[in-house]
């Protein structure tokens, strides 16, 4: 009876990596929130030292998925996502009693370097064996776990930080604690189900190989099967062509999510401060403009897993990044209209969804190193939200709210740039045009 009970397929072994995602973000997102608070409040921080403060936070992101990009092939995912949800726990208690600005550093970096160690595995895991489709589907409910954690944490952490900022610590080890618990179940649930705890047959004498991501999901026009065989010479340069153009797409996602992250930097460490500090607003006010983010991002993933227009489309890169910029530019024309601000968000949340799902689904469907790939992504995010953290509070603290978004505009500008100098160096290189098409 029991054995039926726990015999699930590959996919409930998702909706467990799924639900893991979810809690871990309320965590992380509900901590990335109470911190510049924390540091403003008791220790009396300026925005340039919060900046720096998350810079170095994501800078230890940085270091977990550079370690896990350089090691990650020696051990199971199962086992150091695990490791990494307990470095967790105990450095977000620690957090919560801390009264030295040097202990609360020492765990807060740790906190985030177990990030970095946490969703390069955990997404390596659940797209594992996947084609094009599936992947696409997959990659969508993932974002939306996430997501959905990334929506409530600014909500919970503005109402908890109100009444008592100890309540967000709490709140944040009861969310990891969460995470470890689902691990646990997973892990019971493949020694029910006669797997080990990566979700392998435990018996693999007869066992078939993983199914390699599917041809069709490659836009090279060499992925299909001409009439006649080429020759060796030819062949080769067709393998060629098609690895230097599926590179191509992976830098263009990372460039992208690296783009988007650095904006989002500078929104999670300026626009709170503003908003309380410069507008008068309170915690709860923005949290709530926060949240609104969110929902735009979450309706943007379930856009993006119904259509698959973006796959493979070089220009699709170039539009994302223009909307970027124009968000930037509507900060700088909001004024002290809160509602505005709502609009914005929203308005960047949808775009910011657009880059992330770029950046994972271009990694995971290009080809072979997909944990190598998958870390690589998080890297470019934590690049992007390092510069954007520590970038943002040093222009807010010495030229204003409107010059750090001046700059941040230009800054977009680059990425632009870049983008349109890749597309027309692929074309100039006889890059195929993309496929463009609609899931059912």
């Known amino acids: 009876?029991?054995?039926?009970?726990?015999?699930?397929?590959?996919?409930?072994?998702?909706?467990?990596?799924?639900?893991?995602s979810f809690f871990f973000s309320i965590a992380s997102n509900i901590l990335s929130f109470s911190i510049v608070y924390l540091l403003t409040d008791r220790f009396a921080f300026n925005p340039g030292q919060v900046g720096s403060y998350a810079a170095l936070g994501a800078l230890s992101y940085f270091c977990g998925c550079n370690l896990y990009h350089r090691f990650g092939a020696l051990g199971r995912p199962s086992r150091i996502i695990s490791g990494a949800v307990i470095m967790a726990?105990?450095?977000?208690?620690?957090?919560?009693?801390?009264?030295?600005?040097?202990?609360v550093a020492l765990s807060y970096f740790l906190i985030?370097?177990?990030?970095?160690?946490?969703?390069?595995?955990?997404m390596a895991w659940f797209t594992q064996g996947l084609d094009e489709m599936e992947l696409n589907r997959e990659i969508s409910r993932f974002n939306r776990c996430w997501m959905t954690g990334t929506l409530l944490a600014p909500l919970i952490g503005g109402a908890l930080y109100h009444w008592s900022s100890r309540l967000n610590f709490i709140a944040i080890s009861a969310a990891f604690a969460i995470v470890f618990l689902i691990l646990m179940l997973l892990q019971r649930r493949f020694r029910l189900n006669g797997e080990d705890k990566d979700g392998a047959p435990a018996v693999t004498a007869n066992t078939a190989a993983a199914p390699s991501a599917s041809t069709d999901a490659l836009p090279e026009s060499?992925?299909?099967?001409?009439?006649?065989?080429?020759?060796?010479?030819?062949?080769?340069?067709a393998n060629t062509l098609q690895e230097k153009a599926l590179s191509r797409y992976r830098l263009r996602g990372w460039v992208g999510a690296l783009c988007?992250?650095?904006?989002?930097?500078?929104?999670?460490?300026?626009?709170?401060?503003?908003?309380?500090?410069?507008?008068?607003?309170?915690?709860?006010?923005?949290?709530?403009?926060?949240?609104?983010?969110?929902?735009?991002?979450?309706?943007?993933?379930?856009?993006?897993?119904?259509?698959?227009?973006?796959?493979?489309?070089?220009?699709?890169?170039?539009?994302?990044?223009?909307?970027?910029?124009?968000?930037?530019?509507?900060?700088?024309?909001?004024?002290?209209?809160?509602?505005?601000?709502?609009?914005?968000?929203?308005?960047?949340?949808?775009?910011?969804?657009?880059?992330?799902?770029?950046?994972?689904?271009?990694?995971?469907?290009?080809?072979?190193?997909?944990?190598?790939?998958?870390?690589?992504?998080?890297?470019?995010?934590?690049?992007?939200?390092?510069?954007?953290?520590?970038?943002?509070?040093?222009?807010?603290?010495?030229?204003?709210?409107?010059?750090?978004?001046?700059?941040?505009?230009?800054?977009?500008?680059?990425?632009?740039?870049f983008f349109i100098l890749l597309d027309y160096r692929g074309v100039a290189d006889g890059s195929p045009r993309v496929r463009k098409g609609r899931m059912g």
């Open 1 to 20: 009876m029991v054995d039926c009970i726990w015999k699930y397929d590959d996919m409930k072994k998702n909706q467990f990596l799924f639900a893991c």
């Open 89 to 103: 726990i105990l450095s977000s208690i620690v957090l919560g009693h801390a009264r030295d600005s040097r202990l």
């Open 112 to 122: 985030q370097g177990s990030a970095g160690l946490y969703w390069p595995p955990l």
């Open 222 to 237: 060499a992925a299909e099967v001409p009439a006649r065989k080429p020759s060796a010479p030819r062949q080769n340069t």
């Open 260 to 417: 988007a992250n650095l904006f989002m930097g500078v929104l999670t460490n300026i626009v709170p401060l503003h908003i309380r500090d410069g507008l008068g607003y309170t915690e709860r006010a923005a949290g709530l403009v926060l949240f609104f983010r969110g929902i735009s991002a979450l309706i943007g993933f379930a856009f993006f897993a119904r259509f698959t227009f973006w796959h493979f489309n070089r220009r699709w890169f170039i539009f994302i990044q223009s909307a970027l910029i124009l968000c930037a530019i509507l900060f700088i024309t909001a004024g002290s209209h809160l509602y505005f601000y709502f609009f914005i968000i929203f308005f960047y949340g949808f775009f910011h969804s657009a880059c992330y799902t770029n950046s994972i689904f271009h990694s995971s469907a290009t080809g072979k190193n997909t944990r190598k790939n998958l870390a690589l992504h998080e890297i470019f995010l934590s690049m992007g939200n390092a510069a954007g953290s520590a970038g943002g509070g040093f222009c807010y603290q010495h030229f204003g709210f409107l010059g750090a978004f001046i700059i941040l505009t230009l800054v977009q500008g680059i990425g632009l740039a």
